[in-house]
């Protein structure tokens, strides 16, 4: 669960007085090549899921992987690389069994059957498919940057929130779960 990364999570390069000032981070690829990250308080959980369970649906888009039975609760599941217009999941291993998902969270109004995503308990909730978690992360949210537009892939645009250089050069996308969820087929 989310929690267990939370109570181990260590701030990087900083001191108590800036953990103020910094937001939690979850980070993770979208590709072997490319790092992105998404706010906590926007995560239930991660999970690993087995492709055996995640039942596909007909009639979606390609980055819909399916859905699967989280908790009692249809999570749908979407290759969130795919989505944001990279490699699918299915192409980057050639014997995945598992997918590794984030669950995101949303508070909203009640979701209608055929949506993509999920409710419970008021909130909408999305399984992301990822190539891979990383670990927890502290960013000061000041230093999120916004990307160059030339430079951004279109389908990325409505779920970027920025981009974070960290201070060994490595560009990581940050994302925000929220608008990943709302921006699903209704």
Do not use: C
Request: aromatic fraction near 8%; charged fraction near 15%; proline fraction near 7%.
């Amino acid at each position: 669960m989310i929690s267990e990364f939370l109570s181990k999570g260590i701030a990087v390069g900083s001191t108590n007085a800036e953990q103020t000032a910094e937001e939690q981070f979850l980070r993770f690829h979208l590709a072997p090549d490319l790092s992105a990250a998404l706010p906590v308080q926007q995560m239930t959980e991660v999970v690993t899921v087995s492709t055996a369970k995640v039942v596909p649906i007909p009639h979606m888009p390609a980055w819909v992987i399916g859905v699967y039975n989280w908790r009692g609760e249809i999570l749908w599941l979407v290759d969130l690389g795919y989505l944001l217009g990279g490699t699918p999941l299915y192409q980057q291993a050639s014997s995945r069994s598992t997918y590794t998902a984030i669950v995101v969270h949303s508070s909203g109004q009640a979701v209608g059957r055929q949506q993509v995503g999920s409710q419970m308990a008021g909130r909408k909730m999305l399984g992301l498919a990822v190539n891979k978690v990383e670990d927890m992360e502290w960013f000061n949210p000041d230093l999120i940057q916004s990307p160059p537009e030339s430079a951004v892939n279109p389908e990325l645009v409505p779920f970027l929130r920025g981009y974070w250089l960290k201070p060994n050069g490595e560009i990581v996308v940050v994302l925000d779960g929220t608008s990943i969820i709302a921006g699903m087929p209704k």
